[in-house]
């Protein structure tokens, strides 16, 4: 008896074993749309060893002296074709336009060693792009993390930026927690989102994501593939997209693909290891415009650090919007745009 026991025992531990093996080995397959390479996509291959996909809108008219460098979000995030159709109008002022994807998003290179995804390389990727581009200066446009990503390269090159526009911006780096706890003035009428990136990622997130996460994150190892694993932050992405509206109504129906994931959580990994930048930014005198939409879910004292830092800042909160302004508000985010861009800022 007690040996039949004892086999069932092991029966049913093996069984576990094999069971935990193929839902953490397995691959796993996501019903989530196939990226194409964008008609006219170009590249830059950069001395830090960077192959950057990216698209050129032109200016017309007499151009101005200072090209604009639009910055995604994410990290990890691509830019999509309604980013570039939204502000192409720019180049009707005389502004030469650039959108690039990131390392190891859209259709730039992936690297094998996903440990060399770190705040530092996206900086030293946009310091030679700035320096391919053979302008003196340069006019940054920074979403969420590419805002993060503006403040680290003006930190080490505030003589290459002209202007700097901050919409969605996150946290300076390394965060400073203590910027929660800072609240709002009553007259600015903030609103939360209806949802959360928590909950995005508590209704994707799988046993295996969970596990190539953590072997990347303490190893630095590569579990699964870039196909899948992008695939997987492609779904990730549009469920946590929702958290970044006011009204989840305004969201397209459909998934937008070239999302990076080792990019991602990589680089965001490497947040708290950068150097503290406040010192470099103190009192920067760099025009800057800063957009917060009304149902942001980035914490107030976050963004109130930028118009703390920036001294010649405009700031504006952008009513019935959330993080993405551009979602819910694209002509307001165009307009605003605009105006600064050709102001004098004097």
Not at 19 to 29: C, D, E
Not at 90 to 99: M, R, V
Not at 102 to 110: I, K, L, N
Request: net charge positive; glycine share 6%; aromatic share 10%.
């Amino acid at each position: 008896m007690r040996k039949r026991v004892l086999r069932l025992i092991v029966f049913n531990f093996m069984l576990f074993v094999v069971i935990f093996l193929l839902i953490v080995f397995l691959p796993r397959n996501y019903n989530v749309p196939h990226y194409s390479i964008r008609t006219g996509t170009r590249y830059w291959f950069l001395s830090t060893g960077s192959a950057i996909a990216y698209t050129h809108i032109p200016a017309k008219g007499r151009q101005k002296p200072y090209p604009v460098i639009f910055l995604q979000g994410g990290p990890g995030g691509p830019v999509y074709n309604k980013n570039i159709a939204l502000l192409a109008p720019l180049s009707n002022d005389g502004f030469d336009l650039y959108f690039y994807d990131q390392v190891g998003c859209g259709a730039s290179e992936r690297l094998e060693n996903i440990d060399e995804y770190s705040v530092e390389r996206h900086k030293n990727d946009l310091e030679d792009i700035v320096k391919t581009l053979g302008a003196d200066k340069v006019i940054l446009i920074g979403q969420s993390w590419g805002a993060m990503l503006a403040c680290a390269f003006i930190a080490d090159n505030p003589h290459k930026v002209e202007k700097v526009i901050f919409t969605g911006p996150g946290p300076i780096l390394p965060v400073n927690n203590l910027l929660e706890k800072v609240n709002p003035p009553d007259s600015l009428k903030l609103r939360s989102p209806q949802y959360t990136n928590r909950q995005g990622k508590e209704k994707v997130y799988n046993i295996r994501a969970k596990f190539v996460e953590g072997m990347a994150k303490t190893f630095g190892l590569k579990l699964a593939s870039n196909t899948e694993m992008d695939a997987f932050s492609t779904l990730l992405n549009f469920e946590m997209s929702k958290s970044t509206v006011c009204d989840s109504s305004a969201l397209a129906s459909q998934m937008e693909a070239g999302s990076g994931y080792y990019s991602m959580i990589k680089t965001i990994q490497s947040f708290k290891s950068v150097h503290n930048i406040r010192e470099k930014l103190k009192n920067c005198p760099i025009p800057a415009l800063v957009m917060r939409g009304q149902c942001d879910g980035i914490k107030w004292g976050y963004q109130n650090e930028y118009t703390n830092l920036f001294i010649r800042h405009t700031f504006k909160v952008i009513p019935d919007a959330g993080h993405s302004i551009s979602r819910e508000q694209p002509a307001i985010y165009l307009d605003n745009i605009r105006e600064f861009l050709m102001s004098e800022n004097e």
